[in-house]
Antibody, heavy 121, light 108 residues
Framework: EVQLVGSGGGLVKPGGSLRLSCKAS????????MNWLRQAPGKGLEWVSS????????YYGDSVKGRFTISRDSVWNSLYLQMNRLRAEDTAVYFC??????????????WGQGILVTVSS | SYVLTQPPSLSVAPGRTAIITCGGN??????VHWYQQRPGQAPVLVIY???DRPSGIPERVSGSKSGNTATLTISRVEAGDEADYYC????????????FGTGTKVTV
């Protein structure tokens, strides 16, 4: 059974940092791209960042570029999101999700349970 | 940035059919995927590649596409179908990003 278990959220002051983790199990972690998405309170889904299966290709959304860093560890089957210089508008539930890419498209076929991040003084 | 437009809300009686649209000028040349998000839960993929269902998704959930509009149809709607629904395409022209629709809240 595919499982993605997120951790590391919490309350942080503006300008602060936080590191999110996502532990994967039930599939060959090194064979899939992985992603972070977020959902601000009462809002829709927003893509944050993606990392390829080997870690060679990394992409960020404009709203987090230069502040967030995505990484992965195939020994620990884990995905990470280092978030620096946090702003109030980064307040959201963050999801990790597995990317399933074929035929020139990608979809998110399994999602973690969500990690709440609150940025407030 | 690329925008996928969905109706904000839809109310449907039990047993009837819910039809959710997703419009955008790249829809015709892209594969469209659909997600269901029940309150307080993570999204679940319900349709991929315009019309394919992942295992475990009932046949009464279907997808289609015509021109620049994709459609998610839920037949014989049940109380458990009450959720937010999002369409999604993968945009290789800009940072290989996942682009989501604005979302539709379905009330049963």
């Amino acid at each position: 059974e595919v499982q993605l278990v997120g951790s590391g959220g919490g309350l942080v002051k503006p300008g602060g940092s936080l590191r999110l983790s996502c532990k994967a199990s039930g599939f060959t972690f090194s064979a899939y791209s992985m992603n972070w998405l977020r959902q601000a309170p009462g809002k829709g889904l927003e893509w944050v960042s993606s990392i390829s299966s080997t870690g060679s290709y990394i992409y960020y959304g404009d709203s987090v570029k230069g502040r967030f860093t995505i990484s992965r560890d195939s020994v620990w089957n884990s995905l990470y999101l280092q978030m620096n210089r946090l702003r109030a508008e980064d307040t959201a539930v963050y999801f990790c999700a597995r990317g399933d890419c074929s035929g020139g498209t990608c979809r998110l076929d399994f999602w973690g349970q969500g990690i709440l991040v609150t940025v407030s003084s | 940035s690329y925008v996928l437009t969905q109706p904000p809300s839809l109310s449907v009686a039990p047993g009837r059919t819910a039809i959710i649209t997703c419009g955008g000028n790249k829809i015709g040349s892209s594969s469209v995927h659909w997600y269901q998000q029940r309150p307080g839960q993570a999204p679940v993929l319900v349709i991929y590649n315009d019309r394919d269902r992942p295992s475990g998704i009932p046949e009464r959930v279907s997808g289609s596409k015509s021109g620049n509009t994709a459609t998610l149809t839920i037949s014989r709607v049940e109380a458990g179908d009450e959720a937010d629904y999002y369409c999604q395409v993968w945009d290789t022209s800009r940072d290989h990003s996942y682009v989501f629709g604005t979302g539709t809240k379905v009330t049963v």
